[in-house]
C-alpha cells in the first residue's frame, strides 16, 4: 500500500518486479516473512514506523524462529518473553539467525505462556538488534570459508547463534495479538515459500552454466556441442519453466484471495531440489573445475560454480525442510492422515 512507502502493486507486479531486479543480482526491500507478517497482523503503528524502512533497505530482519531444540519441530520452542509491566523480558538461545550480525530488527518467536498446548502458547515480537543483552555470535557453514564470489546465487551471507538474556523490549513490540504468534508466523513462512526469488535462485543457476557453456571449452572439447550436454541443459531449463509456473500460480491464487494452503509447500520442494540437479549437471559438465572455490588459482568463473554448488543444499533445509514440506503436502494436498 502506498500508505506504508509501497506502490499499490499486486502480487503479480510484485512478482514482475522481483524477477527484473533478481536477474541483475539486487534484492527487493520488503519481501520475506517478515514483511507479508506486518501488513496482515501489525498495529497501524508497526506498519508506519517498520514497512516503510522494510521497503527502502533501511531497516533488515533477522529471522529468530529456529533454537537448538526446536527446528522441524518449530512449536517446540523455549526462548520465553515474560510481561513486566509495559514490558516483556526475553531470555533464551535462536539458531541460525542468518544477518543477525548486521539486521536493524529481530523478528522472534518465544514462549509468552508455557502452560498452553505448544502451539498456543507462542507470540511474535519485533524490536532493534541494538537492545541490550543481546549476543550475536557467527556459525560459519560451507558456505562463507572461503568467501564466496559476486553474483553467487546463495551469497555469503552469515548465519548465527544469538543469544537473549534479560533482554527488556516494550509491550508494543508484539506482533499479533498473545500467544497467536505461531498462526502469525505460519502466514507469513507460507507466503514466503512462494517468493520469486526461490525460483529465480534456481533459473540463474542455470542460465550461468547455459551461458557459460555458449561461450567456452574444456581443453579443446566444445562443450556447447556436447549432444548430451545439450540435452541436459535443455532438461534443466523446462524443469526451471515448472518452478516460474508453479509460483506464477500461488501468486495468483494469493491475488484473488483464493485458499492457499499447500502451494508454497510444493514450490519449496521442487525450487531447491532442481537446484541441487542443476549443481550435479554442472559437476558433470565441468568435471574437477566445479571443485574449485575462489582460494584456487585455476577456478572457473571466479569459483561461481563451487561456490553454488556447496550452497544449493541449504535450500532444501531452510524456511521448513523438504522432508516436513512434503508432509504437509500429503495432508493440506492430498488429504493424508497426519503421520
Ligand atoms: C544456512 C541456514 C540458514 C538458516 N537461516 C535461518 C534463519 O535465518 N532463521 C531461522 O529461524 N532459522 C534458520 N535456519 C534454520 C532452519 O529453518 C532449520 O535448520 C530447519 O527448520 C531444520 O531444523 P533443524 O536444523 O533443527 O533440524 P531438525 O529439526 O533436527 O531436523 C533434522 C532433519 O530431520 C528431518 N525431519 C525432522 N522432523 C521430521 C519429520 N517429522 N518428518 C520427516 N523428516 C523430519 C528434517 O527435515 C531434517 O532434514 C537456517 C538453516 C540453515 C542451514
Known amino acids: 500500500p502506498k500508505e506504508y512507502g509501497g506502490q499499490d502493486g499486486s ?37 508506519k514506523t517498520l514497512l516503510p524502512g522494510l521497503i527502502s533497505g533501511e531497516i533488515t530482519l533477522a529471522l529468530g524462529f529456529t533454537e537448538p531444540q526446536a527446528g522441524a519441530d518449530l512449536a517446540s520452542l523455549q526462548c520465553r518473553a515474560v510481561k513486566d509491566g509495559d514490558e516483556y ?72 547463534e544469538t543469544f537473549f538474556e534479560d533482554v527488556r523490549v516494550p509491550a508494543t513490540c508484539m506482533l499479533g495479538e498473545e500467544n ?4 502469525v508466523g505460519a502466514m507469513g513462512l507460507n507466503l514466503d515459500r512462494v517468493g520469486a526469488s526461490r525460483y529465480l535462485i534456481s533459473v540463474r543457476r542455470d542460465e550461468d552454466i547455459i551461458n557459460w557453456a555458449k561461450e567456452n571449452d574444456l581443453g579443446g572439447h566444445e562443450v556447447g556441442q556436447d549432444p548430451a550436454i545439450r540435452d541436459r ?11 516460474r509456473l508453479m509460483t506464477m500460480r500461488s501468486m495468483s491464487l494469493m491475488e484473488r484471495g483464493d485458499t492457499f494452503t499447500y502451494e508454497g509447500a510444493a ?46 543444499f541449504q ?25
Not at 150 to 155: D, P, R
Not at 180 to 183: L, R, S
Request: proline share 6%; aromatic share 8%; hydrophobic share 35%.
Open 89 to 160: 523480558v526475553i531470555n533464551g538461545q535462536k539458531m541460525y539467525t542468518s544477518s543477525a550480525h548486521y539486521a536493524s530488527h529481530i523478528y522472534l518467536m518465544a514462549r509468552t505462556d508455557p502452560d498452553a498446548p505448544k502451539h498456543r502458547g507462542i507470540s511474535i515480537f519485533i524490536f532493534p538488534m541494538d537492545t541490550p543483552g543481546i549476543t550475536v555470535r557467527p556459525l560459519w557453514t560451507i558456505q562463507n570459508d572461503p568467501p564466496a564470489p559476486i553474483g553467487t546465487t546463495y551469497g555469503q551471507r552469515r548465519t548465527n
Open 180 to 183: 497467536q504468534g505461531w498462526y
Open 233 to 243: 541443459l535443455a532438461e534443466l531449463w523446462i524443469e526451471a519453466q515448472v518452478c
Open 315 to 339: 535450500s532444501g533445509i531452510n524456511h521448513g525442510s523438504v522432508q516436513v514440506m512434503r508432509d504437509q503436502m500429503a495432508r493440506r494436498g492430498l488429504g493424508l492422515p497426519r503421520g
Open 11 to 47: 502480487r503479480i507486479d510484485q512478482y514482475i518486479v522481483e524477477e527484473e531486479f533478481s536477474r541483475i543480482g539486487v534484492g527487493v526491500g520488503g519481501a520475506g516473512s517478515g514483511a507479508p507478517a506486518i501488513l496482515a497482523a501489525g498495529t497501524e503503528e508497526q506498519k
Open 267 to 312: 514450490e519449496k520442494v521442487w525450487a531447491p531440489e532442481h537446484g541441487v540437479r542443476t549443481t550435479e549437471t554442472i559437476s558433470q559438465i565441468l568435471g574437477p573445475y566445479a571443485q574449485l572455490m575462489s582460494s584456487s588459482e585455476e577456478n572457473i568463473e571466479g569459483g561461481l560454480f563451487a561456490h553454488n554448488m556447496l550452497g544449493a
